[in-house]
């Protein structure tokens, strides 16, 4: 069964730093392009970032834009997000997202195939 898992979470002051990941139970990330989603409480899912498979090419929403980093490494089977300069609004629940597919189709398309379960980023002092 294909099932991307999300891990590193967690509560954070403003001004912090955490760092999530994306890897893939039942299949490899290699190649795949993988996404990172956000609905924080009452608001609407957000596209955050995504990761090409094929070329590595990366896309930010602007307003993550400056702050957080995705990258990947293929060998170890991980997708990470690095987040910081933290803010209350990046208070959410992190999904990460794929359709096993190379391209990133971008940060407003969520037909994707497989997500996680999702991960709690809580910032607050």
């Known amino acids: 069964q294909v099932q991307p898992v999300e891990s590193g979470g967690g509560l954070v002051q403003p001004g912090g730093s955490l760092r999530l990941s994306c890897t893939g139970s039942?299949?490899?990330?290699?190649?795949?392009?993988i996404a990172w989603f956000r609905q924080a409480p009452g608001k609407e899912r957000e596209g955050v970032s995504c990761i090409a498979g094929d070329d590595h090419s990366t896309y930010y929403a602007d307003s993550v834009k400056g702050r957080f980093t995705i990258s990947r490494d293929d060998d170890k089977n991980m997708v990470y997000l690095q987040m910081n300069s933290l803010r209350p609004e990046d208070t959410a629940v992190y999904y990460c997202a794929t359709d096993l597919l190379g391209p990133c189709w971008g940060l407003d398309y969520y037909d994707l195939a497989y997500w996680g379960k999702g991960t709690l980023v809580t910032v607050s002092s």
């Open positions: 039942g299949f490899a990330l290699e190649r795949a392009a």
